[in-house]
């Protein structure tokens, strides 16, 4: 089984639910630790209200954007540079590169590395690709991130959670994040693949609403952001009831709702960072 950095792949009670109003805001401690806000978003290749989605993802105020089916295809590096410039985001990696899964950054992060990563074709299906990068925030706190979009095929599905897995290993950071759209749900193998070493956001410490899919009548929870075992999840979920972001703006965006989650990232005395 794979073992991603940090992970145990233990069983936690899950904390007290997070009240709307009290998900932490980013900050940098004085212990070299951060508290970073993530947003995971599959944004169907901004097909739907590009100014909602704008709207949406600035209320949420992350410091890093996961995004899922960026845009692909005749001028997609366009298309994801207005994105980023709108949202007050930069562009890191991915997009057509990664086939879909993009990772966009606040000017707060620092980006040490970057990196598409292609995962086996199988014929008739579409090619997936996953978005990674390490990101420093402060002098010493380092993340490594994916961003993923697996099958719609379960075999093919659970193959890629392993690889997911896999790459988050051999990133060299403890604390790592998996954020994407599963295309499975909590008691899918691939899904529980992947919480089986990471741990899952909103079972750990649920904060806003469950489901993500569909945005208009959500009933499925198939977005997700998981960590290893060094980060500490402070509040995860759809952000339902967070101010700037309403009902109308969350169904007009795109296809599925969001997955927000503030994170703290301990330091870390590796590469460029200094404790």
């Given at each position: ?10 069983e ?8 709307v ?6 900050r940098?401690?004085p ?21 909602a ?19 692909r295809?005749?001028?997609w ?20 590169t ?7 950054t606040?000017l ?9 990563v ?28 994916i ?14 959670a392993?690889m997911?897995?896999d790459?988050?290993?051999g990133?060299?950071?403890?604390a790592?994040?998996v ?32 489901h993500?899919s ?5 009933r499925?929870?198939?977005?997700a952001?998981?960590v ?20 109308a ?16 990232v301990?330091?870390?005395?590796g ?5």
């Open positions: 089984m794979s073992t991603a950095a940090g992970g145990t792949g233990e936690r009670p899950a904390a007290a639910p997070v009240a109003e009290d998900l932490p805001a980013s940098t401690e212990d070299g630790s951060a508290v970073v806000r993530l947003l995971g978003y599959n944004v169907r290749s901004l097909r739907d209200d590009t100014e989605l704008v709207r949406v993802i600035r209320a949420c105020a992350p410091d890093i954007v996961c995004v899922q089916e960026a845009p295809f005749f001028r590096r366009k298309h994801a540079a207005r994105l980023a410039r709108a949202a007050d985001l930069v562009y890191v990696t991915g997009g057509a990664a086939t879909g899964p993009m990772i966009l606040s707060r992060a620092h980006v040490e590395r970057g990196e598409d292609l995962l086996p074709h199988t014929p008739g299906l579409h090619r997936r690709g996953l978005a990674t990068a390490v990101l420093r925030f402060g002098p010493s706190a380092r993340l490594a991130v961003s993923c979009h697996l099958s719609l095929a379960e075999r093919e599905r659970y193959a890629q392993g997911v897995l790459r988050l290993a990133m060299g950071v403890a790592g994040v954020a994407g759209d599963l295309n499975d749900e909590p008691d899918g193998r691939a899904f529980r693949r992947l919480a089986g070493t990471l741990r899952d956001g909103w079972a750990t410490r649920p904060w806003g609403g469950e993500t569909p945005a208009d009548g959500p499925k929870r198939i977005d952001v998981l290893t075992e060094a980060v500490e999840v402070l509040g995860c979920g759809v952000p339902v009831g967070l101010p700037g972001v309403t009902e703006d969350l169904r007009a965006a795109t296809d599925h709702l969001p997955v927000l989650a503030a994170l703290r301990p330091a870390d005395p590469p460029g960072g200094a404790v």
